[in-house]
């Protein structure tokens, strides 16, 4: 019997993601070598928004070069032999995509819903009703430019963190003032997965770049940092 410690070889390569509808769309993941096509392609749809029916997978290498199509969903990801930078190329099949027309990358091209002042004064449950009902004392009690300066001073660029409600994670990108959304601190994110709001452009001010509805901008007693890799969806499936 061999007394010998047999160590765990990595079997994962991390690759690049583009997708053919989102042109500013540039994410990184990794993946098993051991995962089947259609486990790595369920992986992506989170990722960019693509189903998998409606998704065509290329791979190429860290020249440029389209090696094959991952047209067979039962084969693992390691017979294509990707490397470490080897880019994942979607295309979204489907015209009636919710990646398509670029809306998701340019907020100008969606259709704004107007409302006019004076329908706006007979609708109920507003914040103007709101605001109204509060009265004078509701409006004297200003936040401070400095709201939460003291929480968000332990929070870095670059940090890992996870978000509540939801303990959703990710990585921060922004952490200061930021006046279109009201006086004091915020932290802006970038989500592992699409559960922000934006692509990091909030009421037409840049605060930092990320995929579209992967960004988020949140006050400082909701972000947590610390040690929160990236989950792996299809970890707990593996497990007995």
Request: net charge negative.
């Given at each position: 019997?061999?007394?010998?410690?047999?160590?765990?070889?990595?079997?994962?390569?991390?690759?690049?993601?583009?997708?053919?509808?989102?042109?500013?769309?540039?994410?990184?993941?990794?993946?098993?070598?051991?995962?089947?096509?259609?486990?790595?392609?369920?992986?992506?749809?989170?990722?960019?928004?693509?189903?998998?029916?409606?998704?065509?997978?290329?791979?190429?290498d860290?020249t440029?070069?389209k090696?094959?199509?991952?047209?067979?969903?039962?084969?693992?990801?390691?017979?294509?032999?990707?490397?470490?930078?080897?880019?994942?190329?979607?295309?979204?099949?489907?015209?009636?995509?919710?990646t398509?027309?670029?809306w998701?990358?340019?907020?100008?091209?969606?259709?704004?819903?107007k409302?006019s002042?004076?329908?706006?004064?007979?609708?109920?449950?507003?914040?103007?009703?709101?605001?109204?009902?509060?009265?004078?004392?509701?409006?004297?009690?200003k936040?401070?430019?400095?709201?939460?300066?003291?929480?968000?001073?332990?929070?870095?660029?670059?940090?890992?963190?996870?978000?509540?409600?939801?303990?959703?994670?990710?990585?921060?990108?922004?952490?200061?003032?930021?006046?279109?959304?009201?006086?004091?601190?915020?932290?802006?994110?970038?989500?592992d997965?699409?559960?922000?709001?934006h692509?990091g452009?909030?009421?037409?001010?840049?605060?930092?770049?990320?995929?579209?509805?992967h960004?988020?901008?949140?006050?400082?007693?909701?972000?947590?940092?610390?040690?929160?890799?990236?989950?792996?969806?299809?970890?707990?499936?593996?497990?007995?």
């Amino acid at each position: 019997m061999s007394s010998l410690l047999q160590l765990p070889t990595d079997d994962s390569v991390l690759l690049r993601i583009t997708h053919s509808n989102l042109k500013t769309f540039s994410s990184e993941a990794r993946f098993s070598l051991e995962s089947t096509v259609e486990v790595v392609k369920d992986k992506l749809w989170k990722k960019c928004g693509t189903s998998v029916a409606s998704m065509r997978v290329e791979l190429y290498d860290d020249t440029g070069a389209k090696l094959s199509e991952l047209i067979d969903n039962t084969r693992p990801l390691g017979f294509y032999s990707p490397l470490d930078g080897f880019r994942l190329h979607v295309i979204d099949l489907d015209p009636s995509s919710v990646t398509s027309g670029g809306w998701l990358e340019d907020t100008s091209l969606v259709e704004k819903y107007k409302i006019s002042e004076e329908a706006y004064d007979k609708l109920d449950g507003t914040y103007r009703k709101f605001k109204e009902k509060l009265g004078p004392r509701g409006n004297s009690e200003k936040t401070s430019d400095d709201y939460m300066k003291d929480i968000s001073a332990n929070i870095k660029v670059g940090d890992r963190c996870e978000v509540d409600p939801g303990a959703k994670r990710g990585m921060v990108k922004f952490v200061g003032r930021a006046e279109p959304l009201g006086p004091g601190f915020w932290v802006g994110i970038q989500y592992d997965e699409p559960l922000g709001k934006h692509n990091g452009m909030v009421k037409g001010t840049r605060f930092f770049d990320c995929p579209p509805l992967h960004g988020a901008m949140v006050r400082p007693d909701k972000v947590k940092v610390g040690d929160y890799p990236e989950r792996d969806p299809f970890e707990e499936e593996d497990e007995i």
